[in-house]
Nanobody, 122 residues
């Protein structure tokens, strides 16, 4: 069974940066894609970054140029690094394991973490 867990969010000032990790536990963890999906109040979750087992990265339109996704095969973590954060980036950020590359983006699986809150405000 797949277990997904984000560690921490934060309150960040506009223009600030944040790196937040996700731990994925599963016997085949290194073989599955992983992604990050923020969900702002009243909106649907949408992919901001995804990475395949081979390291292929894809970024959603909302934060292109301001996020980097990385994975660590030894620690079974996938990390989202965000820079130049804006108030509109405020959301609960959910990690997903086993997302599928389809129609030019990573489509989420049913394996979600509990989410971590990122608030961008002065």
């Amino acid at each position: 069974q797949v277990h997904v867990g984000e560690f921490w969010g934060a309150l960040v000032q506009p223009g600030g940066s944040l790196t937040t990790p996700c731990l994925v536990s599963w016997i085949q963890v290194r073989r599955i894609p992983k992604g990050w999906y923020p969900q702002a109040p009243g909106k649907e979750r949408e992919v901001v970054a995804g990475i395949s087992s081979a390291g292929r990265r894809h970024y959603g339109d909302s934060m292109t140029g301001r996020v980097i996704i990385d994975k660590d095969g030894l620690k079974n973590t996938v990390t989202l690094r965000m820079t130049n954060l804006k108030p509109e980036d405020t959301a609960a950020y959910f990690c997903n394991a086993g997302c599928e590359w389809k129609n030019g983006q990573y489509v989420a699986s049913s394996y979600w973490g509990q989410g971590t809150q990122v608030t961008v405000s002065s």
